[in-house]
């Protein structure tokens, strides 16, 4: 089973809460072979709601018919479909391949090496928004400003590299994010209100309100 505890600490996930073999067998009917890491997720953390569903999407079962492509297995959206997301059909058999986006389903790029970073960088964009205790503000910040994060927090370790001009995300604990994008707007979250007090404490001081 793939390992998705930086995911499952995040959002203090517990308990499995995914798709059974039967509703999986669903995209594996239209698509054939599907990567494993694919399925894991799907299978483990597929059917929790704050995790895949609080800003964009990820593609349930019944809805890949609505998503076909000739080259790419369309997997997740943007919440307006502004873009998607997918993995290209050639590689279904690898475990753990690339992930590409598109906003016209034409032109893909690059966006994650890897499935399990694509998934776990989406962790922590979604948590920005579906954490017990998020900002609730975007600011505006300045690259002296962007220094002070990067001095003082870690750098968690996936990003992304097309999405928003880019994603990147910070915190110094299991269950914060701090989420850097468009390279100078930044919000944040954290699971307990300690943890999103030491982020506020400096980051709300930071730049203008956007």
């Not at 995911?7 to 039967?22: A, R, S, Y």
């Not at 997918?86 to 893909?108: A, F, M, R």
């Amino acid at each position: 089973m793939t390992d998705f505890s930086i995911i499952k600490k995040l959002f203090d996930i517990t308990e499995p809460n995914g798709f059974t073999e039967n509703e999986i067998q669903i995209v594996k009917d239209i698509f054939g072979y599907l990567p494993k890491v694919f399925i894991d997720y799907y299978a483990e953390l597929g059917k929790i709601e704050n995790l895949n569903h609080t800003q964009d999407s990820l593609i349930v079962p019944e809805r890949f018919q609505h998503f076909q492509h000739d080259d790419y297995l369309v997997f997740y959206s943007e919440n307006q479909k502004a873009c998607v997301w997918g993995i290209h059909k050639d590689n279904l058999s690898n475990t753990n391949l690339p992930v590409y986006i598109s906003y016209d389903e034409q032109e893909w790029n690059l966006e994650t090496e890897t499935l399990s970073e694509f998934f776990t960088a989406m962790a922590f964009l979604q948590a920005g928004f579906a954490l017990e205790f998020p900002s609730n503000a975007f600011y505006e910040v300045q690259q002296h400003e962007l220094d002070l994060i990067s001095q003082n927090f870690s750098n968690k370790g996936v990003s992304f590299n097309e999405w928003l001009e880019g994603v990147k995300f910070y915190g110094n604990h299991d269950d914060d994010v701090i989420i850097i994008m468009s390279n100078n707007q930044v919000f944040y979250a954290a699971n307990s209100e300690k943890h999103f007090i030491e982020l506020d404490e400096v980051l709300s001081k930071l730049g203008e309100e956007l």
